[in-house]
């Protein structure tokens, strides 16, 4: 089992967390209409899926305002925005926050997506939200860039996320 941490504390993660060069693992989840989108949906598009515990969080609102602001520039790319949130608060923030070029999906139905790829908080007062994480993948549904933040305080690399997109 993986850990990171919360404020140095140790926190277990359960599943498997891509490698880049996996495959990236099948997915459902639901969007901010209440409907289910798959990994299919989004075929032949890359993805980047910025993984958060929680909107109503700091780091998780500035990563996501952040990569907003980066969705921008990107060609033929989806960015996704994955949380256990509701859709309901997803939308509410997303909405306050002027945020329109990222596409929220939330877990909350589908909680096998945090075992699947490998972000399932196990242990502590997180137990049941996701891992602060950031997958891309590739238009084939290559993984080209995983980064599990170790400290789930922190911002991810967008530096190397985004250098990948750029190749």
């Known amino acids: 089992m993986q850990s990171v941490t919360r404020g140095g504390v140790p926190v277990e993660v ?17 969007d901010a209409e209440l409907k289910d989108l798959t990994l299919s949906d989004f075929a032949g598009r890359r993805k980047v899926l910025n993984i958060i515990p929680s ?3 700091k780091t998780c609102a500035m990563s996501t305002r952040k ?12 960015v996704l925005i994955v949380s256990a949130d509701l859709p309901f608060a997803q939308s509410r923030f997303c909405g306050a926050e002027g945020l329109d070029r990222v596409i929220t999906l ?3 139905r589908h909680p096998e997506f945090r075992e699947r790829y490998g972000v399932a908080l196990q242990s502590g ?17 290559k993984i ?11 911002e991810p690399d ?4 985004l250098a990948v997109l750029k190749v």
Not at 149 to 154: A, G, T
């Open 106 to 108: 939330s877990s909350f």
């Open 144 to 154: 080209v860039h995983a980064e599990l933040v170790s400290e789930i305080k922190n």
């Open 14 to 30: 359960g599943g498997t967390f891509p490698a880049v060069g996996d495959t990236a693992p099948a997915f459902t989840l639901t």
């Open 55 to 57: 909107v109503d969080t």
């Open 158 to 161: 967008y530096d190397s996320a």
């Open 125 to 141: 007062v997180m137990n049941g939200l996701c891992a602060r994480a950031v997958i891309v993948i590739d238009e084939q549904d």
């Open 67 to 78: 990569f907003n602001e980066y969705a921008s520039g990107l060609d033929n790319t989806a």
